[in-house]
């Protein structure tokens, strides 16, 4: 639990008594490659915070295809953060693409860490915050920067992604196909 004891105490001020507290309501759970952490129409109850390993964010549309719409690395909390806000059923599947360790945060975590964290709200805060600006940024790339900006600036945002997930999935982030990837790449 050594390295989200580190991210915590980097977000917020927290006592040592404090932090095992809330920890000791966590647990370390390791997946497998291509395993799901969490699935579609299911409501999320946990979050997760990455020690090592690799999670792909998917939304499955109608017709059955995968669209990635988010990598997690190390050091980083994801789930279905509107769903677990709001405890309706998600839309995302959470998928391991490495061997992963993560450790678990289920709703009763956070929930006693907000009631009884002195700055627990505060860290809930620069979760969300952190994640409306990645999804903001998101948003914006995908209007405002061509498809070749978007594959040179990948690594900005995941560094070395290229050398941890299949080139179609990278190509899927990106809205493109592989084929045009494939291009780009030569470019």
């Known amino acids: 639990m050594k390295q989200i004891s580190e991210v915590i105490k980097q977000m917020i001020s927290i006592s040592d008594d404090e932090l095992k507290d809330f920890l000791n309501r966590a647990y370390l759970r390791h997946i497998k490659k291509h395993e799901v952490l969490s ?4 409501v999320p109850n946990e979050i997760f915070f990455i020690n090592n390993g690799l999670i792909r964010v998917v939304i499955t549309d109608q ?4 669209n990635t719409i988010h990598f997690a690395l190390e050091n980083q909390f ?22 992963t360790e ?4 289920p709703r009763s975590a956070i929930e006693w860490g907000y009631k009884n964290l002195q700055e627990g709200n505060k860290m809930g805060r620069l979760i969300a915050e952190y994640y409306f600006i990645y999804q903001d940024n998101r948003i914006k790339n ?9 594959y040179d600036g990948i690594t900005e945002v995941f560094p ?5 997930v299949p080139q179609h999935m990278i190509a899927s982030y990106l809205g493109i196909t ?4 494939s291009r780009l790449k030569k470019s």
């Open 39 to 42: 699935a579609p129409n299911v």
């Open 63 to 66: 017709l059955g295809t995968e």
């Open 78 to 99: 994801i789930c279905d953060y509107s769903n677990f806000i709001l405890s309706q059923p998600s839309f995302y599947t959470l998928q391991a693409l490495e061997k």
């Open 102 to 105: 993560v450790v678990v945060l």
């Open 142 to 150: 995908s209007y405002a920067r061509t498809p070749k900006e978007r």
């Open 160 to 164: 070395n992604i290229h050398n941890r």
């Open 178 to 181: 592989s084929v045009h990837l």
